[in-house]
């Protein structure tokens, strides 16, 4: 079987999730006046950054100009803040290698613009691994829609069904079942009931030292 794996970015190859927030919520606080908790960002921290400004400040609040621009700056600040801790979650460095050994094909599928993307890619240096990446900038629709999935899955030539998700989100959960596929949950930023119900999760798994992970680059 022509098998491929799709992973997620932020919580998922990286454990970032909480400097993302940070930045959200000082952005959000210090420069666009929002009275909101950590916890309330959290809550509504997914999908391109322009959505995640539409249901925090309502639609019609920034021009896309502004959005564009805010976005930017929420990013630099996530970067700056991140920077000196950014190193892959445990034991992905010899996941992806024996992965890669096995010739299975293997892309980016996440709602990080190529800016935040590359920043990841370049700074871990795994564009051996990562060949393919599809971004917000390239779908229409965030997750749960399955576009960033099944665009993923064509670029690396593999059937959705023969994909693989790695995933930390119940968005990105749903988006794989949406797309034909299914998943593995790293429990990174999310926990194992807020994923009660859905379908198609193969494992949690707390990192990819998780010995189960052998079975699937055999």
């Known amino acids: ?5 799709i992973f997620d970015l932020n919580g998922t190859i990286i454990d970032d999730m ?3 927030t940070e930045a959200w919520h000082q952005i ?3 420069k666009l006046g929002a009275s909101i908790s950590m916890d309330e960002v959290k809550q509504e921290m997914y999908g391109k950054n322009q959505e995640v400004l539409v249901r925090v400040f309502g639609e019609g609040k920034f021009s896309d100009e502004e959005m564009e621009k805010i976005s930017h700056q929420k990013e630099e600040i996530y970067q700056d803040s991140f920077r ?3 190193k892959l979650i445990h034991g992905l460095d010899v996941f992806l290698e024996k992965a890669y050994q096995k010739n299975i094909p293997m892309a980016i599928g996440s709602a990080a613009i190529m800016f935040n993307i590359d920043f990841i890619l370049d700074g871990l240096d795994l564009h051996k691994y990562f060949p393919h990446a599809v971004s917000a900038d390239d779908v229409k629709k965030s997750k ?3 576009e960033t999935f099944t665009m993923a899955a064509e670029r690396i030539g593999v059937k959705p069904e023969n994909c693989i998700v790695f995933e930390d989100n119940p968005n990105g959960v749903k988006a794989a079942w949406n797309a ?3 998943s593995v949950v790293i429990t990174t930023m ?3 009931e807020e994923f009660e ?3 198609g999760i193969l494992k949690f798994i707390e990192d990819y030292t998780d010995p189960w992970l052998e079975e699937l680059v055999k």
Request: proline fraction near 15%.
């Open 1 to 5: 079987m022509n098998k491929g794996f």
């Open 18 to 20: 909480q400097f993302h």
């Open 28 to 30: 959000m606080t210090e």
């Open 84 to 86: 000196p801790h950014l």
């Open 144 to 146: 749960p829609d399955p």
């Open 180 to 182: 034909g596929m299914k």
């Open 190 to 192: 999310h926990t194992i």
């Open 197 to 199: 119900g859905l379908p």
